[in-house]
């Protein structure tokens, strides 16, 4: 998302949306900061264990989304589905993701939300990643779904796999590689998808096509020819939170760092749009990404699930679901999920929502998501004077949002995304 005075991971719609524009952010604080107001100065307020202060109370608040026992299944990756352009047959696409909470069992959860014919997967693999396409040697896996070697879609239906024995590492890099058997139809995904690094490394893309046929199981990589920035079909990986000691069992995916033992995670969900997926960022630099992070170098078992649209609204759909719509057919589905961050709403503005009607959404958002026993922490909507679709009226709007947000009373937790990124002097009603 472009915004006004902060760049298109921080705030205003999004300019693939409505051809927004990107300025540079004034007084930042760092990452993972909580911001509160006190006498008119910003107060920055750092938890000891490396979280933020706030949004960890918040993330526990009222123990709803509390950690889960270990053993239990979680949500270690996710990616909100998406209508992608063009059609696909008879190849193999090799998704790269990474964990953000170690364990056992692995699963990968295959989607055909927006597909408009039934979809035939022959083969699907989990590797490590080694350069590119390529893998470590002996690393790829084949997946199984209910016993079979393959599985078939239904327009609209996910499957997720069978467990994979071993134990995978928290922050681990996995490469998901899917043959697609003949035709495919409307393909379904996730766009601007940013490839997983970790610090000091170069980036590999987000996924690869091969030449026709299966290559799932190939490790040398020669066979994916083109790089994409869109992952196709894959829209969770989950495992079991450790219920063991860490190296327990076979050990095939970056054992270390896997957990504490007996202890599972707490599952969060980013409910979102590009600012939550990371466009304008450096590549794997998004705040749910640096959340993640934040939280393993606490040692802290935080599984965050990104399911931020570029682009997306809360009210309406674009291509991707509603935030509404996400929240229950694709975030409830998922594994191990007790929190959401709410963080959308500016590009609803942006194409002239009410304020009354963003109030009533979050409303329902929060309500759907405690019936189903998940905490909600409200995100308020960031800057965007400057963009060329920002209105003294959409001002107006953003700061009414806000003010519900802060003080309505709704919502379980807050992240104060406007006074960590505000310059007041660039803020006119």
């Not at 679709?389 to 709704?410: C, D, L």
Request: with cysteine; net charge positive; proline share 5%.
């Amino acid at each position: 998302m472009g915004g006004g005075r902060g760049d298109a991971a921080a705030g205003g719609p999004d300019p693939a949306r409505r051809g927004g524009h990107r300025a540079r952010p004034h007084h930042r604080p760092r990452v993972g900061t909580r911001v509160r107001r006190a006498g008119g100065r910003a107060v920055q307020d750092r938890d000891r264990a490396g979280l933020p202060g706030g949004l960890r109370r918040s993330l526990l608040h009222r123990g709803v989304g509390a950690l889960s026992r270990g053993g239990r299944p979680v949500t270690t990756w996710a990616a909100a589905a998406e209508r992608l352009g063009g059609a696909l047959r008879e190849l193999t696409v090799r998704n790269v993701v990474r964990t953000t909470v170690g364990g056992t069992g692995l699963r990968v959860r295959l989607t055909n939300a927006f597909g408009d014919r039934v979809v035939t997967f022959g083969a699907v693999y989990a590797g490590v990643p080694r350069a590119g396409a390529a893998l470590e040697p002996g690393s790829n896996r084949r997946l199984l779904f209910g016993g079979r070697l393959g599985v078939s879609l239904a327009p609209g239906a996910t499957v997720l796999s069978d467990p994979l024995p071993g134990v995978v590492g928290a922050r681990q890099r996995l490469a998901v590689s899917v043959y697609l058997r003949g035709e495919g139809g409307v393909l379904t995904g996730r766009n601007r998808a940013t490839a997983p690094a970790r610090a000091g490394e170069c980036a590999a893309s987000p996924a690869y096509r091969s030449v026709p046929g299966d290559h799932a199981g190939d490790g040398d990589g020669s066979a994916y020819e083109r790089e994409v920035t869109s992952w196709h079909w894959l829209d969770a990986v989950t495992l079991c939170a450790p219920a063991e000691a860490p190296g327990a069992g076979d050990s095939w995916a970056g054992a270390s760092g896997v957990g504490v033992p007996g202890v599972g995670a707490l599952g969060v969900a980013v409910l979102g749009d590009s600012i939550a997926t990371g466009v304008g960022s450096e590549t794997g630099h998004g705040w749910p990404d640096l959340l993640a992070d934040r939280a393993f170098r606490a040692s802290w078992p935080l599984a965050v699930a990104n399911e931020g649209v570029s682009g997306g609204c809360v009210l309406t759909a674009g291509t991707g679901r509603s935030a509404e719509e996400r929240l229950t057919a694709e975030v409830l589905t998922k594994p191990g999920i007790g929190t959401v961050i709410l963080a959308a709403g500016i590009n609803d503005l942006g194409a002239g929502a009410r304020a009354e009607d963003l109030v009533a959404a979050y409303r329902r958002i929060v309500a759907t998501a405690h019936a189903a026993g998940v905490g909600v922490v409200g995100a308020t909507l960031t800057p965007f004077a400057g963009a060329e679709y920002h209105t003294p009226a959409g001002e107006r709007a953003r700061q009414a949002v806000n003010a519900f947000v802060r003080e309505g009373g709704a919502f379980d937790g807050l992240a104060d995304f406007d006074a960590a990124l505000r310059d007041l002097s660039l803020i006119q009603i």
